[in-house]
């Protein structure tokens, strides 16, 4: 069992930052692949960044890149997202995930088979 624990969620004017922290706990979670998702009200979960297990390969999605940067210290169990230049779209829940099972994929949600309870980012105008 793995358990995700996300923090740094608040409201934060547009143009600002916001550094959000995945803390995880259990059995062998930093030799597992992280990602952050977001979800709108009314929308779908969407991707948002993954990190390898060692940290040296990290993905983002096409809305996010060269704004957010995802990386992890596995000394501390802890993954993080670095937000800049927020905008008003990227108003969302945050969601911090593990992949225990070593998929080969990482912007899909099935990718994932843990999950944090989110926590909420508002971007205002």
């Known amino acids: 069992q793995v358990q995700l624990v996300e923090s740094g969620g608040g409201l934060v004017q547009a143009g600002g930052s916001l550094m959000l922290s995945c803390a995880a706990s259990?059995?062998?979670?930093?030799?597992?692949?992280m990602g952050w998702f977001r979800q709108a009200p009314g929308k779908e979960r969407e991707f948002v960044a993954a990190?390898?297990?060692?940290?040296?390969?990290?993905y983002y999605a096409d809305s996010v890149k060269g704004r957010f940067f995802i990386s992890r210290v596995n000394a501390k169990n802890t993954v993080y997202l670095q937000m800049n230049s927020l905008k008003r779209e990227d108003t969302a829940v945050y969601y911090c995930a593990a992949d225990s099972r070593f998929s080969r994929t990482h912007a899909y949600t099935s990718s994932y088979d843990y999950w944090g309870q989110g926590t909420q980012v508002t971007v205002s105008s």
């Open positions: 990190i390898s297990w060692s940290g040296t390969s990290t």
């Open positions: 259990g059995r062998a979670s930093s030799s597992y692949k």
